[in-house]
């Protein structure tokens, strides 16, 4: 999980920090070392990770490599120059959810975490052949849905030339005109898609999956991130309402290559199929506790709501999730396990479930991903780093071959399980089963 930059800017360098003599007057210091000095005031007082490396041990030998580097201009050293020496040391650091953002990272990370603009088709491709090559998923609204592109399909060519992947990127960037050839299980086509400037908010959506005797009985909620600012946990709890309205008989939770976002979103998306629970948050100022429960959270003494009309599935459940889902999309897969709400299938995941992070802005345009919670369960149990499936199913490219046939394999293991998931009594789950 991690905390947009807004919410850390106030904490950069804060002047009268208790560690603050450990670094250089700023009034003396060049672009370089004063980036290089945040990021280490950052580090001694606000990590909150499972690292046990000495971190003033780190600053103090990372300092000499800084000072070697400058060298050569140590009054008017650039910025710039300090960006490898503090990448060597966030590696360091070991601990793979703190690392250093330069300014191209940094904007694309703001772009993709906040649903700001970029250039893009709208398409997420998967491996085949070695190409990304397979469309994945489609964003609804895009480039390429106006196009008719399709889950499953293969791209082939690109202006009459043999596809490949950095062909697509390059025209994506340029905003160049293409004839895209698309293979869909086996038919041939040609779109034309032009890339342009659209938001990357993807929001959650619901589509209907058959069950073994053909009814349309099971809901699928695909979840594409748990991305800041507002509309992912509502968007959640509408649908779950839809789906029971529908009188569906299970819903599934598509979690899969979700690389997470933001913790509250994430809270109130899960409080629509666990009635409650707490954790523990543990960080370098203390612990403090959150219980989730309908929608709604309570920190500090304090109730914020999450959602509107909140619902709460009782029914059967079960989630997919796979290597690409990470943060709090471990976190949500991790509390529907614990409270045995229905089971996990697909690939072990990433291994960001049992942190949080924030994104601090860096000097002028740069920006450190750094650590500063971890969690537990009231009793202290951790949160797992990665999350273990109830039912493995290791994605490869025999899967991504059969889903280019129109099959997906994960997914019919997820209405399978179905049939074996536990249900929410009356008192547990009210307002009720479906």
Same mark, same amino acid.
């Given at each position: ?77 650039? %910025? ?22 330069? =300014? ?38 895009? +480039? ?14 690109? $202006? ?87 009188? +569906? ?25 666990? =009635? ?21 959270? +309570? &920190? ?21 999730? $796979? ?11 991790? &509390? ?6 229905? =089971? ?14 924030? +994104? ?5 345009? %740069? ?16 949160? =797992? ?22 099959? $997906? ?26």
């Amino acid at each position: 999980m991690f905390s947009l930059p807004a919410l850390a800017q106030s904490q950069v360098g804060r002047p009268g920090s208790a560690t603050s003599t450990q670094f250089k007057s700023a009034a003396s210091v060049s672009p370089a070392q004063a980036v290089f000095d945040q990021v280490n005031l950052l580090l001694q007082t606000s990590y909150g990770g499972l690292s046990p490396v000495d971190r003033e041990g780190l600053a103090r030998e990372y300092q000499l490599r800084l000072d070697a580097v400058c060298a050569p201009t140590p009054t008017n050293c650039a %910025a710039e120059k300090s960006y490898p020496v503090i990448e060597a040391e966030m590696t360091a650091l070991d601990d793979e959810h703190t690392f250093f953002q330069t =300014p191209e990272d940094f904007q694309e990370f703001v772009a993709s975490a906040t649903g700001g603009n970029r250039r893009q088709f709208g398409v997420k491709l998967a491996l085949l052949d070695g190409q990304q090559r397979v469309v994945l998923e489609v964003v609804p609204n895009s +480039v390429a849905a106006g196009a008719g592109l399709l889950r499953g399909d293969v791209l082939t060519s690109i $202006d009459g030339q043999p596809y490949t992947y950095d062909a697509l990127r390059a025209a994506r960037e340029a905003g160049r005109p293409i004839a895209l050839g698309v293979s869909t299980r086996g038919l041939e086509r040609v779109v034309n898609l032009t890339s342009q400037e659209s938001s990357t908010r993807d929001l959650p959506r619901l589509s209907y999956q058959a069950s073994a005797d053909g009814s349309q009985d099971v809901a699928v909620i695909r979840i594409p991130t748990f991305i800041s600012g507002g509309g992912v946990a509502q968007g959640v709890h509408d649908l779950v309402g839809e789906a029971r309205a529908r009188g +569906v008989r299970g819903i599934i939770v598509d979690l899969r290559g979700n690389g997470g976002g933001s913790l509250s979103e994430c809270d109130g998306a899960v409080s629509a199929f666990v =009635p409650s629970f707490t954790r523990v948050a543990r960080s370098a100022e203390g612990n403090s506790r959150t219980l989730v429960s309908r929608g709604a959270r +309570v &920190e500090a003494g304090r109730t914020s709501g999450i959602v509107t009309n909140p619902q709460l599935w009782t029914g059967p459940l079960s989630v997919l999730v $796979d290597g690409g889902s990470a943060s709090c999309s471990e976190f949500f897969a991790f &509390e529907i396990q614990n409270a045995a709400r229905g =089971p996990i299938l697909g690939e072990t995941t990433a291994g960001v479930g049992n942190t949080a992070t924030r +994104v601090f802005p860096i000097g002028e345009d %740069a920006a450190l991903q750094l650590t500063i919670l971890n969690y537990a369960k009231p009793d202290g149990t951790p949160y =797992p780093t990665r999350l273990t499936p109830d039912i493995a199913d290791e994605q490869s490219e025999a899967t991504t071959r059969l889903l280019t046939q129109g099959e $997906d394999e994960l997914l019919n293991l997820g209405v399978k399980a179905l049939d074996g998931a536990p249900v929410l009594s009356q008192e547990r789950g009210q307002p009720g089963s479906p």
